[in-house]
């Protein structure tokens, strides 16, 4: 399916991610921590598609998909937020994310977000 790069400061939540994803049959193809590992990343990695958390340290996902749009305006973006960051979302929908998922994960959810956005 899809080359996938996790981005999100918790351990868990990339773990909970990794573990969704694996039963899709996506591959993973690196994690980062922050918005700089986020792009470091991209560039090195040139994934089909990022799962971006918005509130991380050093430099936030909203920053990092700036940045990431910048060197490649087709890249895929998801967007991982908690309910409550509607705003968030619209902002970064408006900067260049493809979709959004919402935390608490629900492995279908995101499956189908995933699939989706790869398929557009």
């Not at 470091?40 to 991380?56: C, E, G, H, N, S």
Request: contains cysteine; charged residues 25%; aromatic residues 4%.
């Amino acid at each position: 399916m899809g080359r996938i790069l996790i981005v999100d400061d918790t351990l868990f939540m990339r773990t909970l991610l990794k573990n969704i994803l694996f039963s899709g049959n996506h591959d993973i193809v690196g994690e980062g921590e922050d918005g700089e590992d986020a792009v470091q990343k991209y560039v090195a990695l040139k994934p089909d598609l990022v799962t971006m958390d918005i509130v991380m340290p050093k430099k936030n996902g909203i920053e990092a998909l700036k940045e990431i749009m910048a060197l490649n305006p087709k890249a895929k973006v998801i967007m991982c937020t908690a309910v409550g960051q509607e705003q968030m979302v619209k902002l970064a929908i408006k900067t260049g994310a493809k979709g959004y998922i919402v935390k608490p994960f629900q492995a279908p959810k995101v499956l189908e977000e995933i699939n989706n956005v790869l398929k557009s």
